[in-house]
């Protein structure tokens, strides 16, 4: 078995030929890695290696890239794979493509390169190293065909990586500590819905209580004390050494959206707990209680609010929330009761300040960051702040026949202008972010010119004064768009949340961590809402964000992760944990 220090140790053209066959029929990469030894770790080793093809000219990538056999291709046919290459395609069953299947990927074959010029390129082993099914290849081939084309050779090269990836753990032998623990959690987790397809696991429905159920018995099989409180969080404590200290919470939620993905929430569980099973294997103990809270609610799907488990942590649960109603007209109040909650006993869950030592939650990061920047990991700097209005437009209806162009007060057609003009103003500055997500002609006629138009903004960044300038910009260009074409506004403020900035002393416990690991720290703001927010109300905070594959998709069943990702996400927890005094 070859290991890091054999890589490390020998020479130059040594250390290319132990790597040959890991980036296919191309040596120049290990080539012009290996002045960059000695490496720290299998993490450094990979980002060396994806940092000279990054390096390289675009030939160079694109010969990379048609260095690549087709997926069931003519090469497979004829027996002339690379070794790597055939097992890889073997693993996902492709050597055994029904007649319709075969047809489907040799005429996405063709369109394919047509399209690209390079044959299309999917790390077959997925997301675990387990292999995909066909249908799921077949699914994201089709998908891909749509990208543009900057987009596709990205994602091409991000195959190459992770392909590459896979056969360096097969060559080093890596045995992941919580990588594996962490994926299949998620797919047990995730086959536990409300819907017979896609993943809903909506507040208090049956799916939920099964899926609290499950965390329960892993949380006590890791060694903790487990209760589930009354708003349904499970929360599972691993005691410290010695009694009487204080506690460090961890966590995130285990509700979804509908049809969501598997590891939103659950990552921030599931990792957690993969550690302190760990922990416990070995009789290890912290010199604080560590507390991971399977938080019940945060999406907001069922009852329209959000961070229901956070916030009676936190203390600040609004109990007005109880009379809210469902869609199915069920009261939170009865179906907390029904669920075997008691609605009274929620005021009990606040924790009390003084004995918190902070807040970590680990997320997978919704978004596309650190995808596009190679980096498994990052820290997270700041929950951004978010003012969300709605804007209610009026002009006049008339007739779309007669009415010349020079007299129309159109409603719809002023909307378009706001709706560019917060594109224009959130545009080009650092994590500011604006969108109109509503936007709606009530009673629209194809032969009317539009009278009213309702629509939403909702303005984020990490910088409170950033957000609020980008608003009075914003609000005062609707007021001129609508003077000047004879339309009435009412503008109706729906939100208004600050920024919750992370505390920097755990963020620089968390960036050396992940130093530690071989991998360069990286800070970022999160434009999502999170748990922590709640939490920063009671403790100091701070996050962990963990790349999200698919373009970053997430909300969706194509959010996906890597088991490799949840690995060195799992490392750094660990390392984190031990460090905290
Ligand atoms: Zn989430």
């Known amino acids: 078995m070859t290991t890091l220090h054999d890589l490390n140790d020998g020479a130059a053209d040594t250390f290319t030929r132990m790597l040959d066959g890991i980036y296919e029929h191309s040596p120049w990469i290990a080539a012009r890695a290996a002045d960059d030894r000695p490496f720290a770790s299998l993490a450094a080793l990979k980002l060396a290696l994806q940092a000279s093809v990054a390096r390289a000219t675009l030939d160079e990538q694109l010969a990379l890239l048609r260095a690549h056999p087709e997926l069931a291709g003519k090469a497979a046919i004829a027996g002339e794979l690379t070794a790597e290459s055939r097992g890889e395609q073997a693993s996902s069953g492709l050597d055994r493509c029904t007649p319709d299947e075969f047809a489907a990927l040799q005429s996405m074959n063709s369109r394919y390169n047509e399209r690209f010029g390079f044959p299309f390129i999917l790390a077959v082993r997925g997301p675990t190293g ?148 760990h922990l416990h294997a070995r009789g290890e103990r912290l010199p604080f209680d560590l507390e991971v809270v399977a938080f019940a609610e945060e999406e907001g799907v069922r009852f329209r609010s959000t961070f229901l488990g956070s916030s009676a942590l936190a203390g600040s649960f609004d109990a007005g929330v109880l009379d809210a109603v469902d869609a199915d007209g069920v009261m939170l109040r009865d179906a907390l009761v029904r669920a075997g909650h008691d609605p009274a006993g929620i005021g009990a869950i606040a924790r009390d300040p003084a004995g918190l030592l902070g807040f970590i939650e680990v997320h997978i990061e919704q978004g596309p960051v650190l995808l596009e920047r190679g980096l498994p990991l990052g820290v997270v700097s700041a929950i951004a702040g978010s003012s969300r209005y709605l804007v209610e437009l009026q002009g006049v209806a008339s007739h779309a026949g007669t009415t010349p162009m020079t007299m129309r007060r159109d409603a719809a057609a002023a909307a378009a202008e706001i709706v560019l003009l917060v594109e224009a103003r959130c545009s080009g500055v650092d994590a500011l ?25 909702d303005i984020r960044a990490a910088d409170d004064a950033l957000r609020l300038a980008a608003v009075d910009d914003i609000l005062a260009g609707v007021n001129q768009i609508c003077t000047r074409r004879g339309i009435g506004e009412k503008l109706f403020k729906i939100l208004e949340i600050d920024a919750v900035p992370c505390a920097p002393h755990l963020m620089d416990a968390l960036g050396a ?53 949840a690995e060195i996400a799992g490392q750094v927890l660990l390392d984190f944990l031990r460090g905290l005094a």
């Open 433 to 457: 972010v604006g969108t109109v997500g509503q936007l709606e002609v009530p009673h629209g006629s194809v032969n009317v010119i539009p009278g009213a138009c309702r629509l939403s903004l």
């Open 513 to 565: 961590a992940v130093e530690r690991q071989g991998v360069p720290r990286f800070d970022l703001p999160s434009g999502a809402g999170h748990d922590a927010m709640c939490m920063a109300q009671v403790t100091d905070v701070a996050m962990l964000f963990v790349r999200c594959g698919n373009g970053g998709i997430s909300h969706n069943p194509l959010e996906t992760m890597t088991a490799d990702d």
């Open 130 to 277: 387990q292999g995909l099914t066909r249908q799921a290849i077949i699914a994201t081939f089709a998908r891909r065909l749509g990208n543009a084309h900057a987009d596709e050779l990205r994602e091409a090269l991000r195959q190459v990586h992770r392909i590459a990836e896979i056969r360096l753990n097969a060559l080093l032998g890596v045995q992941l500590q919580f990588g594996a623990a962490v994926m299949d959690g998620a797919e047990t987790l995730g086959a536990i819905s409300d819907s017979a397809d896609g993943l809903t696991c909506a507040y208090l429905t049956p799916a939920h209580v099964r899926a609290a159920q499950q965390i329960a018995d892993w949380m006590r099989a890791a060694g903790m004390a487990v209760h589930i409180d009354a708003v349904g969080n499970v929360v599972g404590r691993y005691a410290a050494a010695q009694a009487g200290a204080r506690t460090l919470a961890t966590g995130s939620h285990y509700d979804t959206v509908r049809n969501g993905g598997k590891y939103d929430g659950r990552l921030g569980i599931l990792l957690p707990l993969a550690v302190v099973a």
